[in-house]
T-cell receptor, first 110, second 111 residues
Framework: RKEVEQDPGPFNVPEGATVAFNCTYSNSASQSFFWYRQDCRKEPKLLMSVYSSGNEDGRFTAQLNRASQYISLLIRDSKLSDSATYLCVVNEDSEYALNFGKGTSLLVTP | NAGVTQTPKFQVLKTGQSMTLQCAQDMNHNSMYWYRQDPGMGLRLIYYSASEGTTDKGEVPNGYNVSRLNKREFSLRLESAAPSQTSVYFC??????????FGPGTRLTVL
């Protein structure tokens, strides 16, 4: 199975801080990339897709570097409600299923 | 729309017992999936169904069977539960091999 690797953390940051997560993937043929968010004891939910040109959604910015096979997520002005586990997810074109990283834990403190 | 629903939410089984986890989606999605999530292991695919009438093994299919009853429903069966199957089980659906929508999960304990 192709790998999706993430730093598990935890990342402990104060409110208002900027935090960045990276993720690497091993399959150069991967086609689609996502960041999911998972709250404690809840189901994963799509945070944002990651496009080749990079994309932004409010305080969240996602970047893709195909040459180096890594994906990043930047969170600006962290809120307490951002505390969660962030899952890097890769879709390999020949497969129907998504390949999930093990997640990076973020704790935003007052 | 309810999205993806799963029943039951919690279940405790004894070793050797059988049970079926139910999943239904009302989004008219073609593809459905079953995952298990264990601490430190992340989400692992058990089985998936790319379309009604088809099922395929994922990464960890041993000890499980599935049925794609119709477009809406995809069930997961444990024929003879083992303690190693203690986990949180998530069902998901997607319109194609892309973004997936997850159900709330079933927390299963096998004693």
């Amino acid at each position: 199975r192709k790998e999706v690797e993430q730093d598990p953390g935890p990342f402990n940051v104060p409110e208002g801080a900027t935090v960045a997560f990276n993720c690497t993937y091993s399959n150069s043929a991967s086609q689609s990339f996502f960041w999911y968010r998972q709250d404690c004891r809840k189901e994963p939910k799509l945070l944002m897709s990651v496009y080749s040109s990079g994309n932004e959604d409010g305080r969240f910015t996602a970047q893709l570097n195909r040459a180096s096979q890594y994906i990043s997520l930047l969170i600006r002005d962290s809120k307490l409600s951002d505390s969660a586990t962030y899952l890097c997810v890769v879709n390999e074109d020949s497969e129907y299923a998504l390949n999930f990283g093990k997640g990076t834990s973020l704790l935003v403190t007052p | 729309n309810a999205g993806v629903t799963q029943t039951p939410k919690f279940q405790v089984l004894k070793t050797g017992q059988s049970m079926t986890l139910q999943c239904a989606q009302d989004m008219n999605h073609n593809s459905m999936y079953w995952y298990r999530q264990d601490p430190g292991m992340g989400l692992r695919l058990i089985y998936y169904s790319a379309s009604e009438g088809t099922t395929d093994k994922g990464e960890v299919p041993n000890g499980y069977n599935v049925s794609r009853l119709n477009k809406r429903e995809f069930s997961l069966r444990l024929e003879s539960a083992a303690p190693s199957q203690t986990s949180v089980y998530f069902c998901a659906s997607s319109p194609r091999n892309n973004e997936q929508f997850f159900g709330p999960g079933t927390r299963l304990t096998v004693l």
